[in-house]
């Protein structure tokens, strides 16, 4: 099934033995163009006309969420849960067995954000942020932002077609830094996983 | 009380405005506007704009702000400060907002473009006044930059019910509680909001 989604190169042993050296050194990896070209282009396309509702709870976030999920977002979203393809992808990468957690489709207009609050500990684990945002200002920032003790170690720009992986230890948080008036009408559009 | 309108501190005035502070919603707060005395405010103004002001960037806020206002060497606004803190003034704030305050801090905050701090209450060991001396000039609705106050439900932030837009010479003070939640609206033009801001302590 993953393989009528996923960039061949990245079914490729080696692309990965290579992807888990870069990850044990630095914690985070990017693979662009992580989905066949076409395949992004429609879900991207799809995503970007769903209508969407809010989720606000204004001192901890303000994002979006599809009101129904295209066809192909439901189906990548049953192979990032249940297809091995996927699982392997990631336990090559980080170099140890993975447990899927969950995954949602979020949507990042101008005005939403999220932000460090206690209420929204996450478990520590793997994050997987697939960005189908199809076209972003830089300097509407919407950026994912990974912070210990204030410092910032790693920030995830909107980036079209590129799959971003994360260690997040107990120590690490993140946030989505609020999407500024640069953005328009554009969204970010991403498909977050988690792993444990 | 040099640094303040006279209409502000005669008895009847004081008596007002300690009885509309605690009626205020969402929560306990006052707008006064035309405070400062227009030449003192001006020169404040003035040098406040010559200060060096560093970007502060969080999940929360994004905005430029100086070194604390008591360790500047200007004369001017050491001394704006220097009232703040004072006994006198610190007397009359807790008289106005029936709150027991007895310092002060204060920093200098520009919000430019995107510029604009989330949703929070300020709740912090001894806050219990906080303040904004506004000096913005020009601004309308569409420049963005307001502050904002959410009702709060079972002591959680809703929604916004009332918007202050930036102007020149007006302070802001509201009660630091559970129920405080306030955010200055993303500034959305070139347009610079220009405030003194901080707490008073009890």
Same mark, same amino acid.
């Given at each position: ?196 | ?9 005669? @008895?009847? =005035? ?13 929560? !306990?707060?006052?707008? +006064? *506007? $035309? ?20 970007? @502060?960037? =969080? ?13 500047? !060497?200007?004369?001017? +606004? *050491? $001394? ?42 300020? *709740? ?79």
């Amino acid at each position: 099934m993953a393989r009528y989604f996923i960039n061949p190169a990245y079914l490729l042993k080696h692309v990965l033995t290579d992807a888990g050296a870069q990850f044990a050194r630095e914690g985070s990896i990017q693979l662009r163009q992580f989905l066949i070209p076409d395949v992004a282009r429609r879900l991207s396309a799809a995503l970007s006309r769903a209508t969407s509702r809010a989720h606000v709870i204004p001192d901890q976030y303000r994002c979006h969420e599809p009101n129904t999920l295209p066809r192909l977002a439901r189906e990548l979203q049953r192979v990032l849960a249940k297809t091995h393809e996927i699982r392997s992808i990631v336990s090559t990468i980080v170099q140890k067995p993975v447990r899927f957690r969950d995954a949602c489709v979020c949507v990042y207009a101008h005005g939403d954000y999220t932000l460090l609050h206690d209420k929204n500990r996450e478990p520590p684990g793997y994050d997987i942020i697939l960005d189908l945002t199809p076209r972003w200002d830089p300097r509407s920032c919407g950026y994912h932002s990974y912070v210990k003790d204030g410092d910032e170690l790693v920030r995830v720009e909107p980036s079209f077609n590129t799959l971003t992986i994360v260690r997040r230890p107990a120590s690490v948080r993140r946030f989505v830094k609020y999407v500024n008036h640069h953005a328009g009408k554009d969204k970010r559009i991403v498909i977050e996983a988690r792993f444990a | 009380m040099k640094w303040v309108h006279p209409e502000y501190v005669d @008895k009847p =005035a004081v008596k007002t405005l300690s009885g509309n502070f605690p009626k205020a919603k969402p929560f !306990s707060h006052l707008v +006064l *506007r $035309e405070f400062f005395s227009p030449a003192r405010i001006k020169r404040v103004r003035d040098e406040l704009l010559k200060q060096s002001f560093a970007l @502060k960037q =969080a999940d929360l806020f994004r905005f430029h702000q100086t070194a604390d206002i008591s360790g500047l !060497s200007n004369e001017t +606004l *050491r $001394e704006f400060y220097q009232f703040f803190n004072s006994k006198e003034f610190c007397a009359y704030i807790s008289t106005i907002t029936k709150t027991k305050v007895t310092r002060a801090d204060m920093s200098g905050f520009i919000y430019s473009s995107t510029d604009h701090l989330l949703p929070h209450d300020d *709740r912090l060991e001894g806050r219990r006044i906080a303040y904004v001396v506004n000096v913005s000039q020009g601004f309308t609705k569409k420049d963005g930059g307001s502050l904002s106050f959410f009702a709060t439900k079972n002591g959680k932030p809703t929604k916004i019910v009332q918007s202050f837009m930036p102007k020149d010479n007006a302070l802001f003070l509201f009660k630091v509680s559970p129920k405080s939640f306030h955010q200055v609206d993303e500034v959305l033009t070139s347009k610079k909001r220009i405030t003194l801001a901080g707490w008073f302590y009890g």
